[in-house]
């Protein structure tokens, strides 16, 4: 069953940058399209990225656009989320998911990982 870990959460300064990893065990990312999402407290879950399985494109929100990039390496087994030019309302949960049928698809709400947390303060 596939589990989703992720990692690289921490505090920066405003236009720093993090590197947030979504690591899969127990199936191959290669079947799934993974979401990035952004929980803050008293605001619904925005997803503010998904990389593809089937195109490997890649989506975004547009509140990230041109500072926030996914990419996969597949031999790690992991989808990563650079984040770049961090402002403080990129502060939150940052949680991966995986998709069926890519990034338009379903979610599939059984592989929500724990969540890294970002805090972006001077």
């Known amino acids: 069953q596939l589990q989703l870990v992720e990692s690289g959460g921490g505090l920066v300064q405003p236009g720093g940058s993090l590197r947030a990893s979504c690591t899969a065990t127990?199936?191959?990312?290669?079947?799934?399209?993974i979401g990035w999402f952004r929980q803050v407290p008293g605001r619904e879950r925005e997803r503010v990225s998904c990389?593809?399985?089937?195109?490997?494109?890649?989506h975004y929100a547009d509140s990230v656009k041109g500072r926030f990039t996914t990419s996969r390496d597949a031999a790690l087994n992991t989808v990563f989320l650079q984040m770049n030019n961090l402002k403080p309302e990129d502060a939150g949960d940052y949680y991966c998911v995986a998709y069926g049928g890519g990034c338009s698809g379903y979610i599939r709400e059984e592989t929500w990982g724990q969540g890294t947390t970002v805090i972006v303060s001077s």
């Open positions: 127990g199936s191959s990312l290669r079947y799934y399209a």
């Open positions: 990389n593809s399985n089937i195109d490997e494109a890649a």
